[in-house]
């Protein structure tokens, strides 16, 4: 039981002190398992409990919870998912209701996964931020002569508030860096992705950026030439050459998903793509779980689908889709451009091909006129505007007698 030696006004100063206190040092947390750490430290300290805690966060479907922290005994625990409504955890998380039970080891509730922990009073507590509920603080103790009372089970909701403020504080902060890096990688690639107009080199340099910003084991951009798709690069194979080959036996023209993303230009995420009808495994791509297509579209045409591999279940999320959607954009003007380039580049080779053809017609003409002009029996001249012999043939010097020197010099 808590130390009757204190009365209750000052256990209540000592717990605003203390929660004032706390407050600031679990804002100073850079990380989150040291954030989860102290909460867990602070409220055992808080509410005197001697030594057992656990934080568990729910997943972002908010049908699982898993132990992301723990101090004392639990800590084996570390990893360990409860289903919500299962456990004292789950079910204080659907409830949305602090949960105490002062017999642990006879509580008919408590989740078989728990079957060994030697605990005696436990309380789970949700951690709530507006209106969701994004885990619970679980507090226990070993001591058989311990129990939470009303006022400890309320300080505890009081302090399970901070808590959830400065873990919902934590995600904002990193979800906001991840955004400025997401944005300046976004801008780095726009830029590396414009320095080539080689139209295979964009190619390659579009599965090399696209790393700065989504994550993939492997990687393949399909463009489509005359509506029909081509492997035109990858990244990520221990055998490119095999792999190209494997590939390109894949019937993506008629896979619903391939031409839902060329149709409907929009990303799209499977989660597991074993459990995707229509999918082509082969030995090569046999790893692949997570996957997300995203189209390249140019001119409100799609010219191409950039494809990102992964060998972990929901390895994409709505938010990456955002992410590669701006990529994408980037990349399709990239490709784009260098087709121009490509186009330009050999519309001036036919068209030198064309002045050299015709260059070289003219002086055949030439020469044939010279033949002719060289070989006639007749005497020819030619001469400028003001009467000055420019030219004669062979045959008038030989008729008027006079030599080339006598005639023009």
């Known amino acids: 039981m808590e130390n009757p030696a204190i009365s209750p006004t000052h256990r209540l100063m000592n717990a605003v002190a203390a929660l004032h206190s706390i407050g600031s040092e679990i804002s100073m947390q850079q990380d989150l398992p040291s954030l989860l750490t102290i909460i867990i430290q602070s409220a055992l300290e808080l509410l005197d409990v001697d030594g057992h805690g656990a934080v568990y966060l729910a997943n972002p479907e908010q049908t699982r919870l898993t132990i992301s922290a723990a101090i004392g005994i639990s800590e084996e625990y570390i990893g360990t998912e409860l289903l919500v409504g299962e456990g004292l955890a789950g079910t204080a998380f659907a409830s949305r209701e602090s949960l105490t039970v002062q017999r642990y080891g006879t509580w008919q509730g408590r989740s078989p996964r728990f079957s060994g ?85 964009v190619l390659e340099q579009i599965l090399k950026e696209v790393d700065r910003v989504l994550p993939y084991r492997t990687a393949i951009v399909a463009t489509l030439e005359s509506g029909l798709p081509e492997i035109t690069a990858l990244a990520g194979f221990d055998d490119p050459e095999g792999a190209h080959e494997a590939l390109s036996r894949i019937h993506y023209r008629e896979n619903p998903v391939f031409q839902k993303i060329v149709r409907e230009q929009h990303p799209v995420i499977v989660s597991d793509v074993r459990e995707m009808p229509g999918w082509e495994s082969q030995p090569a791509t046999e790893y692949i779980r997570g996957w997300m297509g995203v189209p390249l579209v140019a001119r409100d045409q799609t010219i191409g689908v950039l494809m990102l591999d992964s060998d972990q279940i929901g390895a994409y999320t709505e938010d990456q889709s955002a992410t590669a959607r701006a990529f994408a954009a980037s990349a399709a003007i990239a490709i784009e451009n260098a087709h121009l380039y490509q186009a330009v580049e050999q519309q001036a080779e036919n068209l030198e091909l064309l002045v050299a053809e015709r260059t070289g017609e003219v002086a055949r003409q030439q020469e044939e006129m010279n033949l002719i002009l060289e070989s006639a029996g007749e005497g020819i001249i030619f001469v400028d505007p003001s009467g000055v012999l420019e030219y004669a043939n062979p045959a008038w010097y030989t008729i008027t007698g006079l030599t080339e020197k006598e005639a023009i010099g």
């Open 117 to 201: 922990l030697d605990i005696h009073a436990i309380v789970s507590i949700p951690l709530r931020w507006r209106d969701h509920v994004i885990g619970t603080l679980n507090l226990a103790s070993a001591r058989e002569d311990y129990e939470f009372s009303e006022d400890s089970i309320c300080l505890a909701e009081l302090f399970a508030s901070q808590a959830a403020i400065a873990i919902s504080n934590w995600r904002l902060a990193q979800a906001e860096r991840k955004a400025r890096q997401s944005t300046e990688a976004l801008l780095q690639a726009s830029l590396s992705l414009s320095s080539s107009l080689s139209l295979q080199e």
